[in-house]
């Protein structure tokens, strides 16, 4: 750091902080130091000495972490055993070991290498996913970081090579690597601030200090002989307690939160820290909040399992009766087969021991029948999740162009749950928002300024005019003027007053002028308050006040820009920095801060040069979330002393005074029109003061201030209390926090399509409901049920300490918690409105009792009941107990989707973890299944890709069992036929052939290629993705139906055929078929049947399926061909048998185009009455589309896409029904009226 930097950080923060920087005497020798016994207390770090914590017992883990499934050692066992949970795969694993024994019908290699084939093709795509895992690992672990090398010496070293007890220095905007103690930092008095938002998603910077002892400890040299000892708690997922001591110097020290800097927080506003590493990798609180990476399997894949089983049990019945039926005639038949030689057989055919050869023979017979179960299903849904992953991952439409970053399927396993989602579990800091504050409006005097328009109120004006358009085209011609100069639907005409047609809480049919964002977190716009204008308002003085508020309350630090004379400003949190731009551009220009003062340049139009004035510091009452305030005590140059003070509304106005309410009216009906347009609201307030009364106050805020012990805070908020009272109201900010593009959209399809949305955030729940109105999940009129344990907190606060009174205190907050859940889903159930709407909102303290056994199944009823859920103040540990809270309660699919650290709890624990790939570490998205880099990505990855997969999977798994069953049954009838010998109608050949080339690609591309309908027909018709979650195609009616389109198809095909070649002439020469023209015409015909089911079940067309369903028929007979040319001793019994025998013949031909024709009859025809009599929401839109009604009637189109919403309470479509109703009506009427006139 230079010279220069570090005169400016010669600030002693300790001085003007009121409430986080005091440093009481906390010496051994005073009782303040911890009591560290029993267990829980074992940690011991020797400080910059991590030679000695490589050896035993000190020896801790390294700071190397890993996300993955598998290792070296561990990756084939578990692998193996991830393949063989699937039941089929155990089943072909014994039938592979049976067919090297000589009761086997089929060669070795005809069972093992499908089987080798199936199992080493998967294993092979989870080494390649846990491999990505890896590389990103990698690049954390391998990232830099600044450490003691000896001697004062520092040098760089890998984060992954960091020991317990390293000293490392951290630069600013630098990630912890891992959990430190702060020994000192860039400022004298050892401050810092931290950015914790990838750990609780809060965006305020949180300060940090160091002890008064290691202060010295400011440069690289003042390490070389440094020693201390920490003695403290072992590791464990908690992120704000910490408990410890501190030996250094011959002296102990004790420890707690605020000097613990944790791992992946970040720098913020300091040139630099030195810390002593605590804990490392897995040991860091951040990594203790996540759970290893789980082994998620989807539920089509589950239940295919189930469907196994029957199958399973199919195969042992038919292998019953034929074992059975093989004894029967072993015992009373083959003793007068004399060409059998019944004397002179073994075991396997000996009449006088029918119940062993009968047994042989069910062993023959499992294995025979085994095509009943599809061993090329896993394999192929493996390819085609693969190729799925692929196209998600190369959809331009989810490509981000900011970062460049790509939508990415980190695992394919789990590509179908995404269309069968029913609650989405969202972090709300970098996931719903950017982080990025933007000061739009304000009200000052009773006046609102500001004319440009949120993201939210041009979001639901755009909406309302497409649905009066498509409601109404009649109406929607109607001209309308509104009081702005934009007209929004470009119309010229009759005037209609605006105030006739202003719609209640502020969201009206009028757009402001177009947005800029010329200046960061700056776009307001109205000349009356720009340019100096302000002073010609008739409250030029309130304004100005107003502004100079807006550049003295504050804790920020003014960094020159040299190439433009300007200022950065390192603030607390985006606000402060919104708040700082505003000042600036209003004329107001905060450019410096010493210990006691601070500097504004003024400009004015009457004066060609800024003035600059110090206003003096006297206190500072910084904000934190149980104030819901800040204020600052100043005398400005004129000797004048004031209280400038700003926060939550409801803060502020139960402490104004008599006279300081005349604009209280007016500034509330404006704060309800921010919070309606998804602004966050402050409100500004001021007080005189009295040199007299300052005087006096101040005393006991000093006495305050500087008192040791529990009661300090207590004492501290009566005085602050004392001060902040009798203010004077000016007016109040509205800031946006800006969403994430698309968010609202987003959402408002989302919730079109059916999906719940909780949001679960560390951050205060203010922030929180500011966004859920931003956002949409709350709105006017719904009703918030708020569960805390405000009400009891009272009780917890007694002066005595008694366990008693501790106890029946924690029993009485459960019973008020559980009599609030009770009293909730009272009224929700006695609610009679049918479109009354809930919302949840609840804090992390509250979820604690509520997560609790007794008490989670009441919470998730309650929750379930309501529109929307917001929990805040969440640690990341509740984050995952509440979405396994909601996957195992309510039994269907949940999705996680986060940015930060703090979110890999609940991506890891939900069935689908989706991670943002933003600005802000990778965690989240190395513990993530899907990662997308904005969250209205997720509209697409649901909507359109969750879709398509889950409908591709279910199809497929449907056709695959059906193709097996028709095919394995034949074998069944032909062994029945033929004495249940254990003979194959079949060539071996066949058999193998059939699953993995001549039925594998057609299935295949119906898994990657099938569309019912388009990418945006699902957009424009998001019920569509209702299919998903009910099941519409994986129910148990359709997988029943399917089998017993196999069966019949099975019955058609062997039966018919035998019908047709049993006595007829199949050569010229009046000869017969034999066995071996009877079995290749059966399954020519099982060839031709299953491939043209496929092409019937395909909605979706292109050049690839029309070549593998007619190019896999083609290969049937190109195979035969050439197998029939190859030598007698390969080919056997179909040597020229196309040549020779079946082409020649036309009954071949003929009952080849019958039997198939037979066999796809049932399906055509419930199909055709399906679409004609009870067509699913799919085949209206095929029908729409294919005869372009689209295009040629747009009203219908219009009406089919209305009705295409799923019933929901929340977003901006119902957000604006109510609205555009009462728009409606009264235009309609002000249009009757205009029309009675004209006609007059």
């Not at 004492?715 to 009798?726: G, P, Q």
């Not at 994986?1034 to 139906?1041: K, Q």
Request: proline content about 3%; charged content about 20%; some cysteine.
């Amino acid at each position: 750091m230079t010279r220069r930097a570090r005169i400016r950080e010669k600030l002693r923060w300790s001085n003007i902080y009121t409430f986080s920087c005091i440093r009481p005497n906390v010496l051994e020798s005073e009782g303040g130091a911890h009591s560290l016994q029993g267990e829980g207390f074992s940690r011991i770090v020797h400080c910059n000495q991590p030679r000695v914590h490589r050896k035993k017992p000190l020896k801790y883990p390294s700071n190397y972490i890993s996300t993955t499934k598998y290792n070296i050692i561990t990756f084939l066992p578990k692998a193996i055993f991830e393949q063989f949970r699937r039941v089929a795969n155990l089943y072909f694993l014994l039938a592979a070991s049976l067919s090297l024994t000589p009761i086997t019908p089929f060669t070795p290699v005809s069972m093992i290498a499908p089987l080798a084939f199936v199992v080493g093709l998967s294993m092979a795509k989870e080494a390649l996913e846990d491999w990505r895992r890896f590389i990103q690992d990698m690049k954390v672990n391998s990232r830099k970081v600044c450490i003691h090398k000896g001697d004062g010496m520092f040098g760089y070293k890998q984060w992954q090579k960091i020991r317990v007890g390293d000293v490392v220095k951290v630069e600013k905007d630098q990630f912890f690597p891992a959990d430190l103690l702060l020994l000192s930092s860039s400022y004298e008095d050892g401050i810092c601030y931290v950015e914790t938002m990838n750990l609780d998603g809060e965006t305020n910077l949180k300060i940090k200090r160091s002890l008064e002892v290691t202060l010295p400890l400011g440069d690289d040299e003042d390490f070389k002989d440094f020693r201390g000892t920490i003695k403290c708690e072992d590791p464990n997922p908690n992120l704000y307690t910490f408990v410890g001591n501190f030996e250094y110097d011959r002296q102990i020290f004790a420890l707690d939160p605020s000097q613990i800097l944790l791992r992946d927080s970040k720098l913020r506003n300091t040139g630099y820290v030195y810390g002593v590493v605590i804990f490392t990798g897995h040991d860091s609180k951040v990594m203790q909040n996540s759970t290893k990476s789980p082994s998620k399997r989807c539920r089509i894949e589950k239940k295919m399992d189930y469907i196994i089983y029957i199958l399973f049990t199919l195969l042992v019945l038919i292998s019953l009766i034929s074992s059975i039926g093989f004894a029967v005639k072993t015992k009373f038949q083959m003793p007068d087969w004399w060409y059998l030689q019944p004397k002179h057989t073994d075991d396997l055919y000996n009449p006088k021991r029918p119940a062993v050869s009968g047994f042989f023979h069910m062993v023959t017979a499992l294995i025979l029948y085994g095509y009943l179960i599809p061993i090329s299903l896993y394999v192929s849904i493996e390819v085609v999740k693969v190729l799925q992953a692929m196209f998600i991952n190369q959809d331009i439409q989810m490509y981000d162009e900011e970062t460049g970053n790509p939508a990415l399927a980190r695992t394919s396993n789990l590509n179908d749950e995404l269309g069968q989602v029913d609650t989405i579990l969202s972090d709300k800091t970098g996931t719903l928002t950017c982080n990025q504050m933007d000061f739009l409006k304000c009200s000052i005097a009773g006046v609102s300024y500001g004319v440009v328009s949120s993201e939210v109120e041009i979001a639901a004006v755009k909406l309302m005019a497409g649905d009066l358009n498509e409601q109404n085209p009649d109406i929607s011609n109607v001209p309308v003027q509104t009081s702005s100069t934009h007209d929004f639907w470009g119309n010229n005409g009759t005037n209609i007053e605006a105030s006739e047609i202003e719609l209640e809480a502020g969201i009206t049919p009028k757009i402001g002028k177009s947005r800029k964002h010329l200046i960061k977190g700056f776009s307001f716009e109205d000349d009356r308050l720009m340019d100096g204008n302000w002073c010609n308002e008739p409250n030029a003085k309130v304004i100005l006040l107003f502004f100079r508020i807006l550049a003295l309350c504050h804790t920020a630090i003014p960094e020159p820009k040299e190439e433009t004379g300007g200022f950065n400003y390192e603030a607390e949190s985006p606000d402060e920095g919104a708040f700082l731009a505003a000042a600036r551009e209003f004329g107001f220009e905060f450019c410096k801060r010493t210990q006691t003062s601070v500097f504004i340049r003024e400009r004015y139009p009457s004066s060609g040069h800024p003035i600059e004035r110090e206003f003096k510091v006297l206190n500072l009452l910084e904000f934190s979330s149980k104030r819901k305030r800040m204020s600052v005590i100043v005398r400005d140059e004129g000797g004048q002393i004031l209280l400038l003070c700003k926060g939550a509304d409801s803060i502020i106005f139960e402490r104004l005074a008599k006279n300081g309410r005349v604009y209280e009216e007016d500034t509330t009906r404006h704060l309800n029109e921010y919070g309606e347009a998804g602004l966050r609201t402050l409100v500004l307030a001021y007080r005189k003061l009295d040199e007299s009364e300052y005087s006096a106050w101040n005393s006991e805020f000093f006495k305050a201030k500087t008192t040791i012990g529990p009661e300090r805070d207590a004492l501290l908020e009566r005085v602050a209390d004392l001060m902040e009272k009798d203010l004077i109201l000016i007016g109040a900010t509205a800031v946006e926090d800006k969403l994430q593009k698309g968010v609202p959209q987003c959402i408002d399809k989302l919730a079109q399509a059916g999906l719940k949305i909780w949001v679960l955030t560390g951050d205060k729940m203010e922030t929180a409901i500011n966004i859920g109105f931003a956002c949409s999940l709350l709105r006017q009129g719904m009703k918030q049920i708020v569960i805390s344990t405000a009400n009891v907190d009272a009780l917890a606060s007694v002066p005595e300490k008694t366990l008693l009174l501790c106890l029946m205190t924690d029993q009485a907050v459960r019973e008020n918690i559980l009599m609030q859940i009770t009293n909730a889903s009272q009224m929700i159930k006695l609610e009679k409105d049918p479109h009354a709407a809930f919302a949840l909102i609840i804090d992390g303290k509250t979820l604690s009792y509520a997560l609790e056994d007794d008490m989670k199944l009441q919470f998730l009823g309650l929750a379930v009941d309501c529109a929307s859920v917001i929990c805040c103040r969440v640690s990341p540990r509740q984050k995952a107990l509440v979405t396994r809270l909601v996957k195992e309660g309510t039994g269907k699919t949940t999705l996680a989707i986060g940015d930060g650290a703090n979110d890999v709890g609940m991506i890891q624990e939900a069935d689908i973890g989706v991670g943002i790939s933003g600005v802000e570490g990778m965690q989240a998205v190395m513990a993530s299944d899907f990662s997308i880099a904005q969250f209205r990505f997720l509209e697409r990855l649901l909507v359109v890709h969750g879709h398509w997969c889950y409908k591709r999977i279910a199809q497929m798994v449907c056709y695959f069992f059906y193709k097996n069953i028709a095919f394995g049954l034949t074998l069944f009838y032909f062994e029945a036929f033929t004495g249940f010998s254990g003979q194959s109608v079949y060539d071996d050949r066949y058999m193998l052939l059939f699953n993995v080339i001549l039925t594998s690609l057609p299935v295949i591309s119906l898994g990657v290629f099938e569309q019912d309908v388009s990418s945006e027909v699902c957009l424009q018709f998001p019920a569509l993705y209702q299919q998903g979650p009910r099941n519409l195609f994986f129910d148990w009616y359709r997988i029943i139906g399917w089998m017993a389109n196999g069966l019949y198809a099975s019955l058609i095909i062997f039966f018919l055929n035998l019908i047709i070649f049993y006595d007829q002439a199949f050569r010229s020469g009046g000869q017969t078929a034999d066995m071996a023209a009877v079995g290749t015409t059966m399954f020519t015909c099982i060839i031709w049947a299953v491939n043209c089911q496929m092409a019937l079940t395909m909605s979706h067309f292109t050049w690839i399926q029309h070549l593998f369903v007619w190019g896999s028929i083609g290969t049937w007979y190109i195979f035969l061909l050439l197998y029939g040319m190859s030598s007698p001793i390969l080919s056997g019994n179909a040597f020229r048998i196309l040549v020779e025998a079946l082409a020649p013949a036309p009954i071949f031909w003929s009952a080849t185009l019958l039997i198939t024709a037979a066999c796809n009859l049932p399906y055509l025809t419930h199909i055709s009455f399906q679409r004609s009599f009870n067509p699913m929401d799919h085949h209206v839109i095929q029908e729409i589309k294919y005869y372009r009604k689209d295009v040629e009637d747009q009203r219908m189109w219009t009406r089919e896409r209305s009705k295409a919403r799923q019933e929901t309470k929340i977003g901006f479509t119902v957000r604006v029904e109510a609205k555009i109703r009462q728009f409606r009506g009264r235009l309609t009427k002000k249009y009757s009226t205009l029309s009675v006139q004209t006609g007059s």
